[in-house]
């Protein structure tokens, strides 16, 4: 089983048809998990299952919620004050950059909007969808997820109304690092769309001296880890690359629980094969993702410091490396 507590959630319950014994948990889970791990409509997973499609969209109901109400806290959280220093040095074995705790970025997830606010669903590329803001580990495991914003909202706008942009100084362990005769705090990786700040480093815009462009190159090896997570979830639940058969709230708690999932199965170490991605790929072109619209807020002060500190310290310790694409 999937679910770690006792729970009642999915006891078996007269709730289908009356003329029939009551769906088992392992059913349900089957059911739900088949749902979810393809593009399939209910009618075509209740043929291969043996029951009605009304059946397996109460089954997906109701086993979303469960592992939503059950797995959420034990699976997705911020890292503790030890588990912080271990995933920081994870980081700076790949990318050389101290202080290191995650990789933010945004994903868009395709939805069937409703009519009224549709317009606010459509996004740069012109389909509806939500935007997803995803914080990822050195391991690609989600940390923290904000699904809560139609597809017109901007990237930085998603971070600002997002737990951790407003309880920042609570949930990121306030633990400093000496680093060439600079306290470097712990920082998260973001791409252009957001703004500089003391807990979110991105790389130099515009004209690049060397030292920049290595920089830059260096922070590039540590924030493709959130791209590789988006990639690996959406080929295991590819229920997430086509627009979903279902109310737009409701797809909140699919996505939910797809990262949950992700976060399961890959603690567990589950194989993962890598002619999955061709679907997303293929998905691909038919929702593209919007293209980086770069935040135009006025960056902090002292993030600023701290950034140039570490090219320094970079163009200093380490070879100086040049971006393969201009």
Known sequence: ?????????????????????????????????????????????????GIHKSTVRKCLFRVTKAINKLMTSDYIFLPSEEDAKF????????????????????THIPITAPQDGYRDFVN?????????????????RFRSITIKHPGSVHDAAVLKDSSIYRNAQNVIPQIFKNVNGKTIPYMIVGDPAYPLLPWLIKGYSGSLSAEEESFNVYLNSARQVVETAFGRLKARWRILCKKMDCNYKFAQQIILTCCILHNFVE???????????????????LFPQPEIDR????????????????KEY?????????????
């Open 1 to 49: 089983m999937i679910f770690g507590k006792e729970s009642t959630e999915l006891e078996p319950k007269p709730l289908f048809l009356k003329s029939r014994e009551p769906l088992s948990v392992e059913k349900q889970v089957a059911t739900a998990l088949y749902k979810l791990s393809c593009c399939a409509e209910y009618r075509v997973i209740g043929d291969v299952m």
């Open 87 to 106: 995933i920081s040095l994870q980081f700076e074995k790949k990318s050389f950059i101290p202080q290191l705790l995650g990789s933010i970025d945004g």
């Open 124 to 140: 740069r590329k012109g389909w509806t969808s939500y935007n997803m803001l995803a914080i990822v580990d050195h391991n690609g």
């Open 267 to 285: 603690n567990n170490k589950e194989k993962f094969f890598a002619e999955w991605l061709q679907e997303v790929m293929t998905t691909a072109e």
């Open 295 to 310: 935040n135009r807020e006025r960056n902090s002060i002292g993030a600023t410091l701290v950034r140039d500190h570490l």
């Open 314 to 326: 970079l163009a200093s310790n380490y070879p100086l490396r040049k971006a393969l694409i201009r």
